[in-house]
């Protein structure tokens, strides 16, 4: 079983919509997590960090809860550019870096 | 800002030959990483280097070798190159266990 896993999609919505994706983990000892944003052919980058009480940046609402092992990225009021490939990813003490599969989302008009 | 180069951006191999690829980040950084993507398989972790010094396994490790040869360099080598090693291949530097920046990729491909 992969360490991080995520449904890859593809989830296809309309502009407006709301969508949010999952992402679960194995290792307890994990301590920091991560949503990254990788578009066609890119290198992945930062979208937010995610923490215990949760955290919202704009549009983006990032929840994690460790009872249960996942992350979850919601993402409100869907524009055309959100369309990418979003990949969970989370660190351990040892500075192991772990990604999942990574979900695709297209938003469509 | 030059953050995270990696060299070459593209490189065809034949089965069998070695190469290098270079990486070098001027953040600073105590970790760096090497992942490799496929279609359907996201970043997978090849080797990473959590300080200087030290180089650990990642979850596919077999038919390459890493070298931390300072802080700013990581360097990822094929000795003996196998079609299943065609990939596009990421490096990456972090602080440490927080936000990795990554470079621009090189896309393999062993014929």
Redesign the interface.
Known sequence: RKEVEQDPGPFNVPEGATVAFNCTYSNSASQSFFWYRQDCRKEPKLLMSVYSSGNEDGRFTAQLNRASQYISLLIRDSKLSDSATYLCARSSNTGKLIFGQGTTLQVKP | NAGVTQTPKFQVLKTGQSMTLQCAQDMNH??M?W?RQDP??????IY?S??EGTT?K??VPNGYNVSRLNKREFSLRLESAAPSQTSVY?C?S?P??????????TRLTVV
């Open positions: 105590n970790s990483y992942y359907g398989m996201g970043l997978r972790l990473y959590a300080s650990d990642g979850e990421f990456a972090s440490r266990s927080t936000e990795a920046f990554f470079g621009q990729g």
